[in-house]
C-alpha cells in the first residue's frame, strides 16, 4: 500500500515539474466544500474576515513568512506546540487562510496531526477522506484535496478518526508528499503537526519539511516544554515561536 501511494505521489511531482501547471490547475477537479463564512469568527477564525482587532499579529507573521519564502526559498512550513491544546491547528489555519489572501500565492494546508485532527472541525466541514486514507489506504492525492469557498486555499484533512487510527502509520511518503504540492514561485505548504512531545511521528515529518514554528500558549506551557520542544525542533529550522492567548496582543513572532 506504501508503495502504492509512492507510486501516485511520484507521478504528481513529476507533473508539477512542469512549469506552467499550477497548484489550481492540477487540483481543479478537487471536491469541492462549502464553508459557512459567516462562522468563522464564532471558531476564532479571524483572519478571512478584517474586522477583528488582533488581525495585525497574524499580518505581521504573514510578512515574516513570505519573507522567507522569497529570500531563502523556504515553501514548507511545520506548526507544531510542546502539547495538546495550545492552539497550533487553529494558528495553522489563521496562518494559512492569511497567507491565501496574498496576491499570487496558492497554499496548501495539510492537517498531519491525524491521530487529533481538526482542521475539518474548525471549518465545520464533513470530508470522506483525508491524509489517512492516503498513508493507509493508498488513496490518490487528488481525491484527498479539498477545495473551499476561500481563494487560493487547498485543505488536505487529517480525515475522519477511525477505529486504528492509534496505529502507526508510515510517514515515508510525506517527502513526497510535501515536493508534490511545492513550487518555489507559486506555492506555499503549510503542516498541522502533532505536539512535539506527544507523537514521535513529528520530528519524522518535520525533517522532510523546510522550516518549523512552535506554538507557545502563554499561562499552560511549562518553561521546561518549551526549553526541550525547541531542543527537539533546533535541527530542523525552527523559525520562530507563536505566543497564543498571549497577555499583551493576541499572538506574537520571534
Known sequence: MVEKIKQALERAYRERENPTASLPELLANARYYEVDLDRLKENRIITFHDTNSNIESYRLLRTQLLNKFKTDNITSFGITSANVGEGKSLTALNLAIS?????????????GDI????????????????LIDMLKEGVELEDAVLRTNIPNLWI???????????????TGPMELLINSLSDNNRNIV?????????????????????ATILVVEEGATKKDEVARAAELLKQNNLIGCVFNKFSRHQIAFH
Open 99 to 111: 497567507l491565501a489572501k496574498s496576491a499570487d500565492i496558492h497554499v496548501m494546508l495539510i492537517d
Open 156 to 170: 488536505i484533512p487529517g480525515g475522519l478518526e477511525k477505529d486504528d487510527m492509534q496505529d502507526r502509520v508510515s
Open 115 to 130: 491521530a487529533h485532527p481538526s482542521i475539518h472541525k474548525l471549518l465545520e466541514i464533513t470530508p470522506k477522506r483525508g
Open 190 to 210: 503549510i503542516v498541522d503537526l502533532p505536539p512535539v512531545l506527544a507523537k514521535d511521528d513529528t520530528m519524522a515529518i518535520v525533517g522532510h519539511l523546510d
